[in-house]
């Protein structure tokens, strides 16, 4: 991921929200318009007031003080009038601005994370990911929806509290004012303690979410090997330590906020103080005074809450600069500059790899492939079969682009894979993993998955092609069943020939296997090999299989080991020669 350009935890960092507030200059303009309306409504409330106290209590006319005290409180009326429809249309503008630009920016960073390569997520764990899409994003919703607003109109009306007060008192004020600089001063100072900490509880909350995500998703393995108190002693480790960070930022920013309120009140306090003398020496009216009593209030009540908004910001700040790592992060794989596209065949793709050498980013050292050279000609099923490791599933990774070789060229009909875009390289190849994923939904969209614009016709067909069409039509509500997260609620088989049935929809001229049938049980894995055979027909196609007797009818064999390889024939032809292919026969057809 880059750097952030600015400071851990600054203020500052909140600019990287600016690309998001742009589009809603009409939307902040009215905002800040209700806010300085609001704030000056609130500001006019004193005047009122003294109006009221010199104009309306003074001795005079029974009848005219009635009269000028009706005209006085409902001078006061409506001023709360305006003061309540300028803060309600403040409070959902604000609001809709703080929910639309969340949205925007949860959006922007999961788009972005999904089109990072499988590199980043070797290194980032998906439940730090989650908990940036979520706590993060919730942090910054609160200060763009709630507490930069407050924080804006307690600045105007602090603000303008303070010039009235030092233009009704300024040698009183001027002195108060040089007392809140000094107490702002070391506030400023302290601020950063806080900063700090409120970025290290936001990483201890993304690590108890991590935590949480690898478990949750491995629940049978935990439950199988009786993994449960482990577990949760290990999460709630992990929470304490989040709940102690957490304390210790909220310490610091407790004492931020009562240094700010008992200093900033205190020399407030004094203020006043020497306001009422003044009134004993009769050099301001009462009047007067109410009016610097509520300014006073207005003053400190503003300094409060700006001391309250201004750790928000800072923890706003330390969230903003997680999702700015995430939306800034620079994808290892992307689509040229200039792509280019090969015309789609009629049949099979052409497949040509030449001196390719490949080692993962985590393995710098150990080579997945090295020298690895292979032709396949359209229409052709070609086998990889080797141990474990030896880099048949490394060949399929490559084909997809999920990484670059570091060394040698891949071409798809004729064409370097880097020169495709991405999108249109993937649409050529049909994928059908070990691991089948199923996603949270129906039956119908799971296969529809494979071509989103595909007909209910046309799923039903990749179904009955696949041998799924039995058991989901007897599913309680067919093809429109829930399956469950994951697929909980079908068998390893069943979820196999969804994922089989989803890459025969695609109807893709490259189609890939990877031990697509390793789930399934004997009378399961014929029919589905009678099916793949039948999507396989006119296709180019690569099947990764342990099991070498679902490989034997393939055109040729590539027998890998380390990496290279180190035969290639037909099954008879490999029999023939007694090497590694027979070996591993002799093991599986023997026992």
Sequence with gaps: ?????????????????????????????????????????????????????????????????????????????????????????????????????????????????????????????????????????????????????????????????????????????????????????????????????????????????????????????????????????RFKASTQEAFGTAIRRTKARSVLVAFIIIATSAALLWGLYEGTQAVMRGSITPGHLGQTVVYVIILASALAVLGEVYGDLLRAAGATERLMELLHARADIVSPAQPRTAPRPAGGSTLRIEGLRFHYPSRPDTPALRDFDLQVAAGETVALVGSSGAGKTTVFQLLLRYYDPQQGRIELDGLSLDQWPLQALRERIGLVPQDAVIFSASALENIRYGRPEASDEEVHTAARAAHAAGFIEALPEGYATFLGERGVRLSGGQRQRIAIARAMLKNAPLLLLDEATSALDAESERLVQAALESAMHGRTTLVIAHRLATVQKADRIIVLDHGGIVEQGSHAQLLAQGGVYARLAALQFTH
């Design 1 to 233: 991921m880059s750097a952030p350009t600015t400071a851990k935890g600054s203020p500052r960092s909140l600019s990287g929200l600016a690309p998001f507030l742009a589009p809603y200059r009409i939307q902040i303009a009215l905002a800040a318009l209700f806010l300085v309306m609001a704030a000056v409504t609130t500001l006019v409330f004193p005047l009122a007031l003294r109006n009221l106290i010199d104009g309306g209590l003074l001795p005079a006319d029974r009848g005219q003080q009635a009269l000028a005290l009706r005209e006085h409180f409902f001078a006061l009326f409506g001023v709360a009038v305006a003061l309540g429809f300028f803060s309600a249309a403040r409070f959902f503008t604000v609001s809709w601005l703080g929910e639309r630009v969340t949205a925007d920016l949860r959006n922007a960073v999961y788009s972005r994370v999904l089109r990072q390569s499988p590199a980043f997520f070797e290194t980032t764990q998906t439940g730090e990911v989650l908990s940036r899409l979520t706590s993060d994003t919730t942090l910054v919703q609160t200060v763009v929806g709630s507490s930069l607003s407050m924080g804006l109109r307690n600045a105007v009306m602090g603000l303008g509290a303070l010039c009235v007060l030092i233009w009704t008192n300024p040698d009183v004020m001027l002195r108060v004012f040089v007392v809140l600089v000094l107490v702002v001063l070391p506030s400023m100072w302290f601020g950063r303690r806080v900063r700090r900490l409120s970025r290290a509880s936001q990483d201890r909350v993304a690590d108890a979410s991590a935590i949480a995500a690898e478990v949750l998703n491995a629940i049978p393995v935990v439950q199988s090997y009786s993994g449960e108190a482990r577990e949760s002693a």
